[in-house]
């Protein structure tokens, strides 16, 4: 008869579902850089540290190393929105948890803007009949019209 396997630790940690993967991408989505920080040109990482309660809510953020220009304040409210699973312990015990985060701020690239020429327009029209045997042999089914009007 097998003995049964205890797990290593007693006191579960919590996690974020989807994994870091998608801790990272909640963090990219609703992160909104700060007027003033784009005003001022500011880019760097604030580290924080923030708290877990028994029920998985982030209950408090400290800064450890900011940057000001309302990057800290956003960061905060950026940990607070976040939702952690916690997987039940023995005895059901009610832990604060403390983590530790950076969230980095990097100005957003500008993209150039390209100007439509004057003058003219084009389209591009393609359409799909239904292929006849000897069309379905020489996969000529797909037909494809370009219009350009100039004014």
């Known amino acids: 008869m097998a003995k049964e396997r205890k797990d290593k630790s007693f006191i579960k940690k919590p996690i974020y579902l989807g994994g870091t993967k998608a801790y990272r991408a909640f963090i990219k989505d609703n992160l909104k850089y700060p007027k003033e920080a784009l005003e001022n040109k500011i880019e760097g990482t604030v580290m924080l540290r923030y708290s877990i309660n028994y029920k998985g809510e982030v209950i408090d953020a400290k800064i450890l190393k900011g940057i000001g220009y309302g990057c ?80």
């Open 72 to 151: 800290d304040e956003e960061a905060k409210r950026i940990v607070k929105l976040l939702k952690f699973e916690i997987p039940k312990g023995p005895r059901k015990l009610k832990v604060l948890f403390h983590k530790d985060t950076k969230i980095n701020f990097r100005l957003p690239k500008k993209k150039p803007i390209v100007k439509p020429k004057t003058g003219s327009v084009a389209y591009t029209y393609t359409t799909k009949k239904k292929p006849t045997e000897k069309q379905q042999k020489e996969k000529k089914a797909k037909q494809s019209y370009s219009y350009t009007i100039n004014w």
